[in-house]
């Protein structure tokens, strides 16, 4: 007899999860919770979650709701009998009655090694950091923000040229390996759940896009760890003539030139910008409204460039 599984998650990072899970033996995934489907584009036309659109091409019901803390709607959770929940970067805080309605209770998988980085942002939030290595965590939930014990981990290295994309790639797959791992284990009563250690816990908050915004005073290296942290959102973002200037990619320097933080001088055969410590190579560019340059591409059309100052009308966007 299959073990009978409802599947909550919303995006990219939550879709191997589903995959796994929908090609696994003995497990039968008999429904999928993800968040309403968002408005995108000029023509604000809803698009459905990447976790909807797997689901649909797999004939999986799909139940969407905008809150589970009212009876009502956990009543279609309860309604697929589900033996096991799977959460996956769903986007939602779980309210006890939901949590109790599986027998095996609710797997979590993080994009991060708990206690470190509990929260939305776990991937960026250990770029930002400088750490050398992150993991995935199975989690039994509990009514806190990744707070419940711990059943496996796996470590994965921080490369120094990581975005919080291609790292979230290969999270989202480690995850959905270790996840299909560790449920036969865990049903079959061969894992004790650890409690975390709450003396390490750390907290990475949701990010907004006001965070993309460089402020030049900080050291050359914490912002080019912002300016992959920030890729693909909120991206790192400075001002010049009153543009808003997309920094795409970019290499600190140690070297310390004297000048305004924010003052864009001739490096090589390109351009830095001089922080509070170093200076900001720039790689690739995006000006509002165009087309990601590299950086000597853009300096052919970029008259007075070299030798403005960035970043000054930030506080007004």
Known sequence: MSLRVVFMGTPEFAVPSLERLIQAEDIHVVGVVTRPDKPKGRSRAPVPS???????????????????????SQEPIRAWRPDLIVVAAF???????VLDI????CLNVHASLLPRWRGAAPIPAAIIAGDEETG?????MDEGVDTGPILAQRREPIYPEDTTETLGRRLAHLGA???????PRWVGGELVPVPQDEARAT?????????GWIRWEEPARLIERKVRAYWPWPTAMTRWQG???????????????????GTVIPWEEGAAVITGEGVLELLQVQLAGKRPLE??????GARGFVGSVLGHERSNA
């Open 243 to 261: 543009r808003v200037l997309k920094i795409l990619r970019a290499k600190a320097h140690p070297q310390e030139v004297p000048g305004l933080p």
């Open 177 to 183: 390996t270790l996840l299909v791992e560790t449920i």
């Open 203 to 211: 907290y990475a908050p949701m990010l907004k896009k006001s965070d």
């Open 295 to 300: 950086i000597a591409t853009f300096l052919r």
């Open 91 to 97: 986007g939602l805080i779980l309210p006890k009655d």
């Open 50 to 72: 990447p976790v909807k659109q797997v689901a649909l091409r797999h004939g999986i019901e799909v139940f969407q709701p905008r809150t589970l803390r009212k009876p009502e």
């Open 102 to 105: 599986p027998p095996h209770g």
């Open 136 to 140: 995935v965590t199975i989690m039994l």
